[in-house]
């Protein structure tokens, strides 16, 4: 599973995924899957214990993920395995989409080779690795991890709306990290015109800037906005009701900004459906980061998989809160911890 945190960021739309190879007590062999397309986890275990003389047969191997039984970018690593002549398979979550599901485990098992799957927290940590990839085959849609940085009486900006930093700059690494490892970055139209934000992964290693989503009208971005720089590189996206996209200049489908308009009536409804045509374009995971009301409709769209809120040390008096809710949403089982001078809460809304 730590083996497997190195392909975050460079796999998607496939699953991050770890294997190791022991013999004899021994690890012989590691690997996981390092880009899309690119050899699966177990094959490159294998080649790495081949590679220094190391005969697998009759070895263990442990994959966080089980293996594929079907051919698509790469051969099926569940005919490797058994090729290879291991005589044991220990897998830390199944697969969940519907042409792989079963598949790789049944074949091992045809061949008489044992496959044993973990459980309680090893299996749980597994299936927190792929929470995107698992979401995605179930439903269509990417996973939403909702981010939002406010004061100690919880509000997200100063008076009449001004912007101000509250985050310290552990939770700034840690959100560039988070974008880098994420297919998209979200904020609203009110966030666009006050912050005029990059959204893009900074000061950390990226594979691939993620793409930037804004929802709102064409109005929202200025001339020169930091969104508009580096469009070949990070690509935006904006989400608008018909004809909110063809207002005054920038013509920005002449820029290379791709719009998507979507009929609905509310925000919760919008952004429903702004989640499925995101997942068309294999958008598989976004990192909701502001403001307010954008919040506040995917709240209650029910769409949130995860919370992460970053509490500053600061009281601002005034200003706008942290999230706007015409309903009570209870969260269980959240975890605290500091980032920096920051009070860190997580929870988890859906597991997948």
Request: net charge negative; proline share 7%.
């Amino acid at each position: 599973m730590q083996l497997a945190l190195n392909g975050r960021g460079q796999v998607s739309p496939n699953p991050v995924v770890g294997a190791v190879v022991v013999k004899d007590g021994q690890v012989i062999g590691e690997g996981w899957h390092r880009e899309y397309g690119g050899p699966h986890a177990e094959r490159l275990a294998i080649e790495d214990a081949e590679s220094n003389g190391n005969d697998v047969a009759g070895s263990t191997v442990y994959v966080s993920l089980e293996p594929c039984g079907h051919h698509g970018n790469q051969p099926p690593c569940a005919e490797l395995l058994r090729d290879r002549g291991v005589a044991e398979v220990v897998v830390g979550c199944d697969d969940s989409s519907e042409k792989t599901a079963g598949v790789g485990p049944a074949l091992l098992e045809d061949a008489g080779i044992e496959v044993r799957f973990a459980s309680g927290a090893q299996a749980a940590r597994a299936r927190g690795l792929v929470q995107d990839f698992r979401k995605f085959s179930a439903t269509g849609r990417p996973l939403v991890t909702l981010k939002m940085a406010t004061s100690l009486d919880g509000r997200v900006a100063g008076p009449g709306g001004e912007p101000i930093h509250l985050s310290s700059p552990d939770t700034d690494l840690l959100v560039h990290e988070w974008r880098a490892a994420s297919d998209g970055v979200a904020v609203g139209a009110g966030t666009v015109r006050a912050d005029d934000p990059r959204l893009t992964a900074r000061g950390v290693e990226v594979a691939k800037q993620p793409r930037r989503i804004l929802f709102g009208g064409s109005d929202s971005i200025e001339p020169g906005s930091a969104v508009l720089e580096d469009l070949s590189e990070a690509p935006v996206i904006l989400i608008s009701r018909p004809g909110e996209a063809s207002g005054p200049s920038p013509d920005l489908a002449d820029l290379g900004v791709e719009v998507i308009e979507v009929e609905a009536a509310d925000g919760p409804a919008r952004f429903e459906s702004a989640l499925d045509a995101l997942g068309e374009r294999g958008i598989h995971s976004i990192l909701l980061e502001g403001g307010p009301r954008l919040a506040g409709s995917a709240l209650e769209a029910g769409c949130v998989d995860r919370i992460e809120v970053f509490i500053a040390p600061r009281l601002l008096g005034e200003g706008p809160p942290m999230v706007e809710l015409e309903r009570t949403i209870d969260l269980q089982e959240i975890s605290v911890s500091r980032s920096g001078t920051d009070v860190r809460l997580s929870a988890v809304l859906r597991e997948w």
